[in-house]
């Protein structure tokens, strides 16, 4: 066993961050609208997880919001921490899917990003097709 010196220094040389950041606090919020309550919305709620880890110097504060079958991660951290923030994604996102009452799923396709944008830009082709046969039609009209 080494000091606490060692210890650090292993963990540099591995490329992490120069003390462990801890297991940190947790908190979730997994619930569900009530079903019998009227006016529920009929999209999933998102559950929502927080976690906080102390390091020194400063904390490390993220945020996830899950629905849909997608995870979106926020992260408020100093860039001193750098090496630290992979560490603590990586024991956050373990602790929200570890003992989820939620079921884990695919995202849906038709939801991503890109294939909204290609929705839009197949109807901004139809509506220019349409534009340019008027145009022809006025063209033809005119002569």
């Known amino acids: 066993m ?21 297991k940190g606090h947790y908190t979730k919020d997994e619930l569900d609208y009530i079903p019998f309550l009227g006016d529920n919305p009929s999209e999933e709620r998102p559950a929502v997880y927080t976690a906080r880890f102390n390091v020194t110097g400063g904390k490390i504060e993220l945020e996830a919001k899950r629905s849909g079958g997608k995870l979106y991660l926020t992260c408020l ?20 899917f570890d003992g989820t009452a939620r079921k884990i799923r695919e995202a849906q396709p038709d939801d991503s990003e890109i294939m909204k944008l290609k929705k839009e830009i197949k109807q901004l082709e139809k509506e220019n097709d349409e ?4 145009l022809e039609q006025l063209k033809s009209i005119m002569k």
């Open 2 to 22: 080494g000091n606490l010196a060692d210890h650090r220094r292993l963990r540099e040389e591995q490329g992490l961050y120069k003390e462990d950041p801890g």
């Open 131 to 134: 534009h340019i046969e008027t």
């Open 77 to 96: 951290a100093d860039e001193k921490h750098n090496r630290a923030i992979f560490e603590c994604v990586e024991r956050f996102v373990a602790a929200i």
